[in-house]
């Protein structure tokens, strides 16, 4: 009967085992490489859709701009809409007081618009003459400061003392006496004019030493009666 020689399991036998385990677990490796780096690398240099490329922000952006804009364009300075215009206003004369060579008459200024209305300052008052209409002499000169904002509802007075001094008082190679037909009024802020029929004689030089039509700030109501 044959004997089968012995395993050595001495220091050759179990270094070699050691050496095998050492090569299988480099083979190891090398089928499998570097897996783990690669997701780490893929993280850090390839960013994921939910931090990547800035634009959703940038695009945000564009319209708030524009909305800044927009504001900025709604909050520049506007027409008072409660101003009281020409068509707004019926105008007459009240009756005269007054002495000294000079009458003073309310010239009256009343909201026929339907709603309300503001109306503040000096009006322009001139003599006007023939059927044009012409300007005689100077227009009226503002006397004393300008009052405070006046708010005439529908059917309210305002009104402006206006003082005419009687030609009587000047030297007629100084006033040159003129016919007029009445007033052109201009209400305060305004540019069209209303007509007010006032006949009477005037002053046709622009040049006087004072005044012959002189004109006080708006107030309200409708001024001596």
Not at 199 to 204: M, V
Request: with cysteine; charged share 20%; aromatic share 6%.
């Amino acid at each position: 009967m044959a004997h089968r020689p012995a395993r050595r399991s001495g220091p050759f036998g179990t270094c070699a085992v050691v050496i095998m385990a050492a090569l299988l677990a480099g083979c190891g490796d090398a089928e499998q490489p570097s897996v783990g780096g690669q997701e780490t690398t893929s993280a850090t240099t390839s960013p994921s859709p939910a931090t990547a490329s800035p634009e959703p922000s940038t695009t945000a952006s564009t319209p708030n701009g524009a909305g800044e804009d927009a504001g900025e364009g709604d909050s520049k300075p506007q027409a008072n809409p409660g101003l009281c215009t020409s068509g707004d206003l019926e105008l007459s004369l009240g009756p005269a007081s007054g002495a000294a060579g000079t009458v003073w008459r309310p010239l009256r200024f009343t909201n026929v618009s339907g709603g309300p209305c503001e109306i503040q300052g000096f009006p322009g008052v001139s003599y006007v003459a023939g059927d044009d209409g012409h300007q005689v002499g100077a227009a009226a000169y503002r006397e004393g400061s300008k009052g405070a904002a006046v708010t005439l509802t529908a059917g309210e007075t305002a009104f402006a003392a206006v003082g005419f001094t009687q030609v009587g008082n000047y030297d007629p190679k100084d006033c040159q006496p003129t016919k007029v037909r009445g007033l052109r009024v201009y209400p305060p802020q305004e540019t069209h004019s209303k007509f007010v029929r006032y006949e009477r004689t005037g002053c046709a030089n622009e040049d006087l030493r004072s005044h012959h039509l002189r004109v006080r700030t708006i107030e309200q109501g409708t001024g001596p009666a």
